[in-house]
């Protein structure tokens, strides 16, 4: 699935939000996404997600601002979101900008995800993770959170959960850092600093 404005063939699509998942051409999103702004559960499969840019104040994702996801197979290719506001508490990713409790992520194609979080929690399928990622694999990721200390990672910017058979390739990432308060960065997961994560047969490679 591709989205087109009025007129345009091109499949490039500038879309703005507002916190109820309307379209809000001023830009004062505040829960965005490009299927859903929120849900409280979403159980997506065999859907793509091409050629989009979006943006919005917090809780920003390609496909679902927040919710609890459940998703499979799914291909995001091209996709541009940027954070408006610094926010304290934020979330910014290519698919989800934040998940709920009992989300899971199996089977993900991403390649040329690029993200401008001015908040924390940004990573190139989700800002944060609760429950399972498997089978993910994204290419040409860039995040860059230059605005708030920040937690980066190529997959997930914070996991709580598990992460599993997955690849991250040609990754640059930055978070942050100022007066002694440092970002977190990694090359699949900025921060894990929960009790039970689990992390096994995840590759990366940096730009």
């Not at 409790?101 to 940004?122: C, M, Q, W």
């Amino acid at each position: 699935m591709k989205y087109y404005s009025e007129g345009d063939t091109t499949g490039n699509y500038l879309v703005h939000f507002d916190e109820c998942g309307f379209i809000n051409e001023n830009g004062t999103a505040g829960i965005s996404g490009g299927f859903f702004g929120g849900a409280v559960t979403a159980n997506v499969t065999n859907s793509s997600v091409e050629d989009l840019e979006i943006s919005g104040n917090e809780h920003i994702g390609g496909l679902m601002g927040v919710g609890i996801i459940n998703a499979k197979t799914i291909t995001l290719d091209n996709i541009t979101a940027t954070g408006k506001v610094v926010f304290s508490y934020s979330g910014v990713g290519g698919l989800i900008g934040i998940t709920d409790s009992g989300s899971s992520i199996d089977g993900v194609t991403a390649n040329k995800i690029t993200l401008y979080p001015k908040g924390n929690l940004a990573g190139g399928i989700t800002g944060t993770m609760k429950g399972n990622i498997t089978n993910v694999n994204i290419s040409n990721v860039e995040i860059i959170a230059d605005k708030c200390q920040s937690e980066v990672g190529g997959i997930v910017g914070e996991l709580e959960g598990t992460l599993t058979n997955s690849s991250v390739d040609k990754a640059n990432l930055y978070a942050y850092s100022s007066n002694g308060n440092y970002g977190d960065v990694g090359g699949a997961v900025g921060c894990a600093a929960f009790t039970g994560n689990n992390i096994d047969n995840v590759e990366v490679t940096l730009l």
